[in-house]
């Protein structure tokens, strides 16, 4: 009894250490057990990191899922900036890893370059488009989700002025934006949508402070209820709204907590689902990882968090709504497939 019960609290602490950040340091890694009988699966986070309450904590939590379901071993990586990337992948790729995985799209054009190099290791990439023989995108339909916030912004809306703060001005952040506006209008024709975006390079995701100062102009400029679509640095969109007592929108993950009398809902992206049933396939039958994994309002890869924050009667229009769209009988907007 004594030896299970020392065995059990080892595991605890091993899922326990896994599950920790350091503050920005090189590496998280879970705890190597057999490398020669275990899948090995490297992540590499976007430049905010892990804590991030956005992509990063959800490819983490998918790590996390496969190594306690799969008894996969992983290693978490941050880079400090996209030079350090290609050496990254190079670095698991000499150890051995099967799978390698990238928390965000950001690094698209470097494995798009390499993976061909490499057609025995699989790459998984997060909301992105880029699809390859050994190379797997999870791609959100996030227009999808994005027309409910925009509808739920409408209805909650007292000045007929709302906002939207992107990242950079991308395709893929334009395919939020654009179904935004476009529930919103649904809602309320006559609605203004102010947007900005926080930079223009990929350093812009961790400039909490410049996604506040952006915010705090838009309030100051009437808009009360603002869509974050800012990676790490949405964080400082959300506490704007709170400091000024209007609405904020999260993003990926139910941000509530953050501020939970401001936070009005949030639009998710599911990525750990997505990250654990690519592994659990490549796992249990060698499923290739390849092609795309759409996630979308049918499957449950996007949607809206129907808060506390929304009245009972706006939680019954937008699951309307919702089903329409799952019905095909709302046409959403998508910049991507325009």
Excluded at 182 to 193: H, K, L, M, R
Excluded at 207 to 233: E, H, P, R, W, Y
Excluded at 260 to 284: C, Q, R, W
């Amino acid at each position: 009894m004594k030896k299970l019960t020392a065995i059990l609290l080892a595991i605890v602490l091993c899922l326990s250490l896994a599950a920790c950040k350091s503050d920005k340091q090189d590496d998280t890694a879970a705890p190597a057990g057999d490398a020669q009988s275990k899948i090995r699966v490297g992540l590499i986070a976007g430049l905010t990191g892990f804590g991030d309450l956005s992509m990063n904590d959800q490819a983490l939590l998918g790590c996390q899922m496969a190594e306690k379901d799969f008894g996969i071993e992983y290693k978490a990586v941050e880079p400090k900036d996209t030079t350090q990337v290609l050496d990254m992948i190079q670095g698991f790729v000499d150890d051995g890893y099967n799978i390698i995985i990238a928390a965000v799209p950001d690094y698209d054009d470097i494995i798009a370059e390499v993976a061909p190099t490499y057609p025995d290791v699989h790459f998984i990439t997060v909301d992105s488009t880029l699809s390859m023989d050994n190379v797997m995108c999870v791609e959100y339909l996030t227009h999808q989700g994005s027309y409910l916030a925009g509808a739920a912004a409408a209805m909650n809306s007292k000045t007929g002025i709302i906002g939207a703060v992107g990242g950079m001005d991308l395709t893929v952040i334009s395919r939020f934006i654009d179904a935004y506006i476009q529930g919103a209008q649904s809602i309320n024709p006559d609605i203004q949508c102010i947007v900005k975006y926080v930079g223009t390079d990929y350093n812009a995701w961790a400039d909490t402070t410049t996604a506040k100062s952006i915010t705090l102009d838009m309030i100051d400029n009437g808009a009360d209820v603002i869509f974050q679509i800012a990676g790490g640095a949405g964080l400082g969109t959300i506490e704007a709204c709170k400091q000024e007592g209007v609405w904020a929108i999260g993003v990926n993950v139910d941000q509530e907590e953050i501020a939970p009398d401001n936070v009005l809902t949030s639009m998710l992206t599911v990525g750990e689902a997505a990250i654990y049933s690519a592994i659990k396939g490549y796992v249990e039958n060698g499923t290739p990882i390849s092609g795309t994994f759409q996630a979308s309002l049918e499957n449950g890869g996007v949607g809206i968090v129907y808060s506390k924050n929304l009245t009972d009667d706006q939680k019954t229009q937008l699951k309307a709504i919702e089903a329409d769209i799952i019905a095909g009988k709302i046409d959403v907007v998508d910049a991507v497939n325009p």
